[in-house]
Nanobody, 115 residues
Framework: QVQLVESGGGLVQAGGSLRLSCLAS????????MGWYRQAPGKQRELVAV???????NYADSVKGRFTISRDNAKNTVFIRMNMLSPEDTAVYYC?????????WGQGTQVTVSS
């Protein structure tokens, strides 16, 4: 059973920064992509950023230039650095690991940005 454990969420003022971490219970090289998604109250879950095994990245337009996804294969961990946060970034952030046949999700970590 794959487990993904997110950490690093919290309350931050607008303009501030946070770094989220996602620790996987097995090698993240087992997955085609690792990613971060978020879900705000009353909204659908949306893609924030993904990273492939070769380090290629893709970002939602709303976070380009502010968020950076990265990975540490040796530590089975994926990070997302979030800068210049705004209240619109308030959401539960979920880690995702996608293999060819399965999608795995963490339990989520709350990020709240105050104005």
């Amino acid at each position: 059973q794959v487990q993904l454990v997110e950490s690093g969420g919290g309350l931050v003022q607008a303009g501030g920064s946070l770094r989220l971490s996602c620790l996987a219970s097995l090698s993240i090289l087992s997955f085609r992509t690792m990613g971060w998604y978020r879900q705000a109250p009353g909204k659908q879950r949306e893609l924030v950023a993904v990273i492939t095994n070769d380090g290629s990245t893709n970002y939602a337009d709303s976070v380009k230039g502010r968020f950076t996804i990265s990975r540490d294969n040796a530590k089975n961990t994926v990070f997302i650095r979030m800068n210049m946060l705004s209240p619109e970034d308030t959401a539960v952030y979920y880690c995702n690991a996608a293999s060819m046949f399965n999608n795995y999700w963490g339990q989520g970590t709350q990020v709240t940005v105050s104005s």
